[in-house]
Nanobody, 123 residues
Framework: QVQLVESGGGLVQAGGSLRLSCVAS????????MAWFRQAPGKEREFVTG????????YYADSVKGRFSISRDNAENTVYLQMNSLKPEDTAVYYC????????????????WGRGTHVTVSS
């Protein structure tokens, strides 16, 4: 397992942008598929986007395609979530997660989770 720490959340107006970061501990970061999930108040946690260990495959939920972008810097043990054209329905706690098998898609088993960062989008 790895330890994950998210940052970058905050309050933004609809149509605005935010960039979330997730820093991972350990020396084997490139072997982990990474993903972002979110959980809105009163709703179940949902997959937002994921990226393979080498960064050559990315996956997106339909609700964020064309607006969100995931990337990673294996030299810095960091995965990013660039969120553009934000909507009030994007309001949620965003969690970073690691998949030890390296894939990072919505069907992966994520065995490491961060504590989350809050994103609030005002209308």
């Amino acid at each position: 397992q790895v330890q994950l720490v998210e940052s970058g959340g905050g309050l933004v107006q609809a149509g605005g942008s935010l960039r979330l970061s997730c820093v991972a501990s350990g020396r084997t970061f490139r072997s982990y598929g990474m993903a972002w999930f979110r959980q809105a108040p009163g709703k179940e946690r949902e997959f937002v986007t994921g990226i393979s260990g080498r960064g050559d495959n990315t996956y997106y939920a339909d609700s964020v395609k064309g607006r969100f972008s995931i990337s990673r810097d294996n030299a810095e043990n960091t995965v990013y979530l660039q969120m553009n054209s934000l909507k009030p329905e994007d309001t949620a706690v965003y969690y970073c997660a690691a998949d030890g098998r390296g894939k990072g898609d919505r069907l992966s088993w994520f065995d490491s989770w961060g504590r989350g960062t809050h994103v609030t989008v005002s209308s």
